[in-house]
T-cell receptor, first 112, second 113 residues
Framework: ETGVTQTPRHLVMGMTNKKSLKCEQH?????MYWYKQSAKKPLELMFV???????ENNSVPSRFSPECPNSSHLFLHLHTLQPEDSALYLC???????????FGSGTRLTVV | QKEVEQNSGPLSVPEGAIASLNCTYS??????FFWYRQYSGKSPELIMF??SNGDKEDGRFTAQLNKASQYVSLLIRDSQPSDSATYLC?????????????WGLGTSLAVNP
């Protein structure tokens, strides 16, 4: 395995469901990120972890809950989402905060 | 509000031509500048970064930075149909903004055979 791996690739969930997105990086990077990408909007930073410590929460609703057990793994726990949360969720990593990123392939989330 | 602006396009160029993509930014304290390529249905991929005024070349790609005028551009020489994608410009904010990465909306490039 190389690069940044995200699972699942696609997810459809109801508003009452609980699901988790997983991200794993094999690059030895120290910083990991969650981004949301919606049509007609710039990439939205959600969370930043550096050396597995959260350094940024960009005013994200509490229905999104990140977890970073170590520098290689990042999770995004989803609970009682809204249809407007449907988007592409991207994980990324970098050697240091705001160095060039390597992105995972993303999870296309649809909330019904 | 810190902003990064790009012409959404689509920018259409014939195969073999030079494609010129432009990006302006509002934060005069910005220090790092990145270009990412995103194919339809895929995630962004870093193709160039530049920190100093002037040109930086990597293969068919050249990034140009002018901090005084607050713009950064990406030139793609000998454009190929495989270059057809959306190109995202990203800029780090100043230290007071915790050097957050600020993203443009992207420019769609179509290279016609």
């Amino acid at each position: 395995e190389t690069g940044v791996t995200q699972t699942p690739r696609h997810l459809v969930m109801g508003m009452t469901n609980k699901k988790s997105l997983k991200c794993e990086q094999h690059l030895g990077h120290n910083a990991m990120y969650w981004y949301k990408q919606s049509a007609k909007k710039p990439l939205e930073l959600m969370f930043v972890y550096n050396f597995k410590e959260q350094t940024e929460n960009n005013s994200v609703p509490s229905r999104f809950s990140p977890e970073c057990p170590n520098s290689s793994h990042l999770f995004l726990h989803l609970h009682t989402l809204q249809p407007e949360d449907s988007a592409l969720y991207l994980c990324a990593s970098s050697q240091a905060p705001n160095d060039g990123y390597t992105f995972g392939s993303g999870t296309r989330l649809t909330v019904v | 509000q810190k902003e990064v602006e790009q012409n959404s396009g689509p920018l259409s160029v014939p195969e073999g031509a030079i494609a010129s993509l432009n990006c302006t930014y509002s934060d005069r304290g910005s220090q790092s500048f990145f270009w990412y390529r995103q194919y339809s249905g895929k995630s962004p991929e870093l193709i160039m970064f530049i920190y100093s005024n002037g040109d930086k070349e990597d293969g068919r790609f050249t990034a140009q930075l002018n901090k005084a005028s607050q713009y950064v551009s990406l030139l793609i020489r000998d454009s190929q149909p495989s270059d057809s994608a959306t190109y995202l410009c990203a800029v780090t904010g100043d230290a007071g903004n915790n050097r957050k990465l600020i993203w443009g909306l992207g420019t769609s490039l179509a290279v016609n055979p």
